[in-house]
């Protein structure tokens, strides 16, 4: 059997970031830049006040015989304006918060540290000496012209976006999405709409596999179900080559009815492997006419659960994320575990955020086969090969899938 | 001054869910549920096989005069298929995993413990005895008919799709997503691909916004710049009336150009607070014509800020979430911090995963103008009123934005 790592390894050493696209920028967040960022101006693009106040010569500030210094105010700025009048001796001019500095001042007061007849008054008092520079933003502080600001593989957040559009760039070069085709095998699966005859069980995997495609960046696309004849088969796996990873689940046990892995075999390399985790044993990876493919367990549990440590990084690597696996932290298992399975077990969890801990419960039943398991988990205790016993209040790794948000301030 | 979370407070407590509409399953997810799910029927539907083996009577499988017990074979069923024929004393029945279990059948017994003559074999030996139910998954094991599976108010995650997926639930009932206005004010803002004349800059707040409130879950809108008359400002307004939230950026400082509170007084219910951190001191809140409007500080930097303290909670609670903050956890700050502040520092970092710990790195000049201290920054870290002196190595709480990932496998 190959280790979880071992594995993931072999996947991703096949797997190459995709081309590259031009996104408009409200369009690209959550995408890898695939162009150096250039600031092709200063940012600020010009001395500018941080504070509403009062713009004036540095040395007009100081008290005089005790007095505070007394200047005629001869105009005002406001943002996005641009004084043409000039600041001299023993003169300030109004001005506002992002307001160009007049010429010829060298600081700001603030609003606050004056005394004058209200906005329309034609002379200020200074209560307070400045220094020149004071409250004032010089052009350049933030982004110099030439500077690269991001480069090429850094993620683009929302906050990326920002500084973009700063910059003026209306359009960006980045990594496109992968487009995922999704595919069930199985003669007993059947659509959501459907009523179950004896035997039947519904497609929930397509559904689950699609949601997390789309969580992990990637754009998912349900092709339906393979019945388990050759035909119908080479088929929906001939109408999945057109897209950029193909997920597949059920098909890849031992059963002799399954067809999935001889039509797999027949078209491309694939790789069958028993990996040493529960749930989740059988998964095969490959290629099919150049496309890789991806075969997940049809069991619905195990389907989830190697989709998270296995496709996620895939649909992640196509995006061109280095940053692939989610981080694992401690956390305390408030109800225990006792587990003596020899393979690797990803035991579902719920994890929340109290008194500064992140503590864990498990969800109930862990057979592969019980979906109830997924139900609010946001975390996969890792319990090592050969099992462990966790007492109520210990501690032990799990992967984050989802952060718990927390109810109050703190 | 009002500190962070007296403002928070006074803002949820006038925030209220919206109403519920019907989604269609593949565009529930993130939305929180406005209906209980309850199970129409059994999951598992049928008594199935955990395994591709041989379907016997358990008291067959015990050995004669130390021979392994041979049974015949008389036929096989797949998953989909229903067996007809009865298992009698003697005989077995070759099944795939995920079929029923045919009738008089009492356990499983997995392939790898038998002996035969390959896949047509009419014969079977049983290499190891087993017990009544081995390997059989009983219908109703994971949910029971009746059942709840899924409370109202819960949140729809991928793994939740793949259970309502499982249920038959097509379509659900979720509250639905807010529409949210956004809105820049001010003269000296312009859009993304206009050449900037003196005294200008672009509109990256709307930008920013756009992002941070689809990350939030929220839908948003740029209804562009409102400028500094009373005439644009009101009819700006006017056509933000039709959303859920409004925010806008700039306008609710001190200045005396700024028409946006007066406009906003004179058509609603609206609160001007100064809060107690930094970036960000001045930020709106109230009602107008009945939609809530939140007005962020217009200083890029600090409407990113207030955003996340503030709208972020907003769109999650319209939602229907009831968790509405990230958890603070401590983080390990590699260049220590030195800050005097008086009002509470939001210091913006990027944290890594490295070894085990959550390492933080500041992200430079922490001016509130300085818009690369937002690059790459995933965590706030919380420096109290007063400040504070951390060394480097020291440790400190940080909030996380977004969660590092991992590069290697741990």
Redesign the interface.
């Known amino acids: 059997m190959l280790s979880?790592?071992e594995a993931?390894?072999r996947i991703l050493t096949e797997i190459q970031p995709l081309d590259t696209i031009s996104l408009p920028?409200?369009q690209a967040?959550g995408s890898i830049l695939a162009q150096d960022i250039i600031a092709h101006?200063a940012?600020?693009?010009?001395d500018n006040s941080?504070m509403?106040g009062f713009a004036l010569l540095s040395k007009d500030s100081k008290p005089k015989q005790d007095q505070p210094a007394r200047l005629r105010v001869i105009g005002?700025v406001?943002?996005?304006?641009?004084s043409q009048t000039r600041v001299e001796e023993g003169t300030a001019m109004?001005i506002?918060?992002?307001?160009?500095v007049p010429p010829g001042a060298d600081a700001i007061i603030q609003?606050e540290l004056t005394n004058s007849d209200g906005?329309q008054s034609d002379w200020v008092e200074i209560l307070h000496e400045v220094s020149p520079g004071n409250n004032i933003?010089p052009a350049g502080?933030?982004?110099q012209n030439g500077q690269k600001?991001?480069q090429r593989g850094?993620?683009i957040?929302?906050?990326?976006?920002?500084?973009?559009?700063?910059?003026?760039?209306?359009h960006i070069d980045v990594i496109r999405a992968p487009q995922v085709a999704i595919l069930g095998t199985?003669?007993?699966?059947v659509d959501?709409?459907v009523e179950?005859q004896?035997?039947?069980?519904?497609?929930?995997?397509?559904?689950?596999?699609?949601?997390?495609v789309?969580?992990a960046g990637g754009i998912p696309h349900?092709l339906g179900i393979a019945r388990?004849t050759s035909e119908n088969l080479r088929e929906k796996l001939g109408a999945a080559l057109n897209y950029d990873l193909i997920l597949t689940s059920g098909g890849v046990?031992?059963?002799?009815?399954?067809l999935v892995k001889d039509i797999m075999h027949e078209q491309g390399q694939m790789n069958f492997w028993r990996i040493n985790m529960k749930p989740g044993k059988p998964v095969a990876f490959g290629h099919i006419s150049g496309v890789p493919l991806l075969g997940l367990p049809?069991?619905?549990v195990s389907s989830?659960v190697t989709f998270e440590l296995f496709g996620r990084p895939v649909i992640?690597k196509l995006q061109g994320?280095?940053?692939?696996?989610?981080?694992?932290?401690?956390v305390i298992v408030e109800n225990g575990i006792q587990e003596t399975a020899r393979r690797r077990h990803y035991i579902r969890a719920h994890v929340t955020?109290q008194q500064?801990r992140f503590i864990a419960r498990t969800t109930g039943?862990q057979?592969s086969?019980?979906?109830?398991s997924?139900?609010?988990?946001?975390a996969l205790l890792v319990i090592p090969e050969g099992g462990a016993i966790i007492k109520p209040g210990g501690s032990v790794?799990a992967l984050?899938l989802?952060?718990?948000?927390?109810?109050?301030?703190?």
Chains 1, 2 share one sequence.
């Open positions: 979880v790592e993931l390894t920028l409200d967040i101006e940012i600020p693009p010009f941080a509403d005002s406001a943002a996005g304006y641009v109004r506002m918060t992002g307001a160009p609003v906005s933003r502080e933030d982004m600001v991001l850094q993620e957040g929302a906050w990326e976006i920002g500084i973009l559009a700063t910059l003026g760039y209306a199985g003669d007993e699966v959501l709409d179950l004896p035997g039947q069980i519904r497609n929930s995997n397509s559904y689950l596999l699609e949601a997390a789309r969580r349900r388990d046990s031992v059963g002799d009815f399954d049809g069991n619905p989830a992640r994320y280095t940053q692939l696996l989610r981080p694992q932290i401690d955020w500064g039943n057979g086969h019980i979906m109830t997924l139900l609010q988990a946001n790794k984050m989802d952060w718990p948000e927390s109810e109050t301030t703190a």
